[in-house]
């Protein structure tokens, strides 16, 4: 038997035929995991003191960088000697590095009337080391740069995104005239801190728009690691017309995720939806709104109005996590 101390002071014992998990859950000690079988990373937890051995992992789960840092899969680590482990429930994470790249569009389609669905692919085989909510960035022949957040999930072959087609956007004019499929162009990503944080509290999304994309991300991710926290999505947009992705949000909804969602518009009144402005439909929700962890991504005007009003209200700002570049150039 070996005493594993976890840095915030609690400890378990685990038995030389144990992997690290198996010993903490055989305490009553949740640590983050999914697949337990070495292949999704969702374990990754740093060894401070002390010596493990590992049994095979899949190629790529763990980074050089994770094992300069002396992260291992505790699904697939066994203590060779008594160990000092890292709280990985409250790891202020160590953001992948972004990299210059050149992608391939692969596909483009029509989401609704005024947003398209990019999928672009990476050289090679290779996919995208990002935490899901993160962006990128094009990088326009001028040297301009337009950020999007990612749609798709850590792992995913291609990387997804949601575009919303503005009348005269420079960038509106880019996708028309240069964005063709099978184009080629240069990218910077991953890039921002709007990914999820290990907690146990319930989790309020607000997506405004095409600020949907990264929840999805974050919602999928979720799905695959099989979080069960809490999640209340709210989508707010001004009419029907301009909501879509309805195919995922009921695949969640019939899925394992303890998942509800409400729609809000802002310009149209429909049975079945609910009326108003989306953050202030949420305090009229939610008592409670001091309990819960926010993430909101929209527009700059719909998160600093979110910020403001749910902070008055009680919410720790610590606890409200944004993204708000999506309908305007940073
Ligand atoms: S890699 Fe350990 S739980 Fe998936």
Redesign the pocket.
Same mark, same amino acid.
């Given at each position: 038997m070996f005493l594993v101390k976890i840095k915030n002071g609690v400890e378990f014992k685990v038995k030389p035929s144990q992997n690290l /998990?198996e010993g903490a859950i055989s305490s009553g000690i949740n640590l983050p995991? +999914? %697949? !337990?079988? +070495?292949?999704?990373?969702? %374990?990754k937890t740093k060894i401070l003191d002390g010596e493990v051995f590992h049994s095979d *992992?899949m190629p790529g789960?763990l980074t050089d960088k994770d094992k300069e840092q002396g992260k291992y /899969? *505790?699904? !697939?680590a066994h203590a060779a000697s008594d160990l000092i482990i890292e709280d990985s429930r409250f790891d202020e994470r160590d953001e992948p590095d972004p990299q210059i790249t050149p992608v391939r569009v692969e596909e483009i389609n029509k989401l609704n009337h005024d947003v398209i669905q990019i999928y672009l692919k990476l050289p090679g085989v290779n996919s995208l080391d990002f935490y899901a909510g993160q962006y990128l960035e094009f990088i326009l022949a001028d040297g301009s740069r337009r950020a999007f957040s990612m749609a798709s999930c850590p792992g995913d072959d291609l990387i997804e995104l949601h575009i919303r087609l503005i009348e005269g956007g420079k960038f509106t004019n880019f996708i028309f005239s240069d964005m063709k499929e099978k184009s080629i162009h240069r990218i910077e990503a991953p890039l921002g801190s709007f990914y999820l944080r290990e907690s146990d509290k319930p989790i309020i999304f607000i997506a405004g728009g095409t600020g949907f994309a990264p929840i999805k991300s974050i919602i999928n991710d979720m799905l695959r690691k099989q979080n069960n926290r809490k999640i209340i999505l709210y989508r707010g947009a001004r009419t029907y017309a301009d909501l879509y992705e309805d195919k995922a949000i009921n695949e969640w909804i019939q899925s394992d995720l303890d998942i509800s969602v409400e729609n809000v518009l802002s310009d149209e009144k429909l049975e079945n939806f609910k009326h108003g402005l989306v953050h202030q439909q949420v305090l009229m929700d939610e008592r409670n709104i001091k309990d819960y962890q926010i993430y909101c991504c929209g527009s700059p005007g719909l998160v600093e109005a979110a910020y403001k009003d749910f902070v008055k209200n009680g919410l720790p700002d610590s606890e409200f996590y944004s993204d708000a570049f999506t309908f305007a150039p940073r």
């Open positions: /998990l995991y +999914g %697949c !337990r079988s +070495g292949s999704c990373g969702a %374990c *992992i789960v /899969l *505790i699904c !697939r």
